[in-house]
């Protein structure tokens, strides 16, 4: 929701995205394989962890502009 506030009102929100790893199916995320990737660093924080777009090491992220963060989770089953 966050995204489209500047759309609306010029107010140019801080937009963490929380959901890229969800499994609304099972076994599907939008970013299963970012999972995957981060999981040694994931399990040292207790399963999930998050980080900035600047922050992206491999610059995958950088270029997607829908979020400022991103939170990645161990846990992404949809009960």
């Given at each position: 929701?966050g995204?489209?506030?500047?759309e609306?009102?010029?107010?140019?929100p801080?937009?963490?995205?929380?959901?890229?790893?969800?499994?609304?199916?099972?076994g599907?995320s939008?970013?299963r394989?970012?999972?995957?990737?981060?999981?040694?660093?994931?399990?040292d924080?207790?399963?999930?962890g998050?980080?900035?777009?600047?922050?992206?090491p491999?610059?995958r992220?950088?270029?997607?502009?829908?979020?400022?963060?991103?939170?990645l989770?161990?846990?992404?089953?949809?009960?």
């Amino acid at each position: 929701m966050g995204q489209r506030l500047k759309e609306f009102s010029g107010i140019d929100p801080f937009v963490i995205d929380q959901s890229v790893t969800v499994e609304y199916r099972r076994g599907h995320s939008p970013r299963r394989e970012e999972v995957s990737r981060y999981a040694t660093e994931l399990r040292d924080l207790d399963g999930t962890g998050g980080f900035l777009r600047e922050e992206d090491p491999e610059l995958r992220w950088r270029r997607d502009r829908s979020a400022d963060a991103w939170l990645l989770s161990l846990d992404n089953e949809v009960a």
